[in-house]
């Protein structure tokens, strides 16, 4: 009876002092490049990223400063008044970054197995969310 009584305590105590925290990212102003027969997605304050050779999506990091002895344990996303593309748009490929001093040509990459593919891309929308700490303080980390 005793062990009983301290776990529904102790699991209590966790609902009680777990705390939600909410903060808004807007994403307007959708823009649409075109590059070399290709179309480029971007929105403001967003960064165009991906694995080489697969669509270039644009990202937003996040970083969240958490309260005291908190840790991050899910991030959810809402999405609102979607835009519709009116038309068919091929994405970028990701390329390789090289450095300025290389002088050979860049070889175009394409992974052509995920752009004839018919599944969702990303299958995942959201980064892995992870909490870091520095000088005591704990910040949630994700992209999306």
């Not at 002895?69 to 009116?86: D, K, L, V, Y």
């Not at 090289?98 to 599944?119: H, R």
Request: aromatic content about 12%; proline content about 6%.
């Amino acid at each position: 009876m005793k062990k009983t009584i301290l776990v529904l305590f102790i699991f209590s105590s966790v609902l009680l002092f777990s705390t939600t925290i909410e903060h808004t990212y807007y994403f307007n102003e959708l823009q649409i490049t075109d590059s070399n027969g290709y179309q480029l997605v971007s929105f403001e304050n967003t960064q165009a990223a991906g694995l080489t050779g697969e669509p270039a999506l644009p990202y937003q990091a996040i970083q969240l400063l958490l309260p005291p002895g908190e840790i991050a344990e899910r991030i959810s996303i809402t999405g609102r008044s979607e835009t519709q593309i009116p038309q068919a748009i091929s994405l970028y490929p990701m390329q390789r970054s090289k450095p300025l001093s290389n002088t050979e040509p860049a070889v175009f990459q394409k992974n052509e197995s995920v752009y004839q593919s018919k599944q969702n891309y990303p299958a995942n929308s959201l980064g892995e969310l992870t909490t870091e700490f520095m000088n005591g303080f704990g910040f949630a980390l994700c992209t999306v």
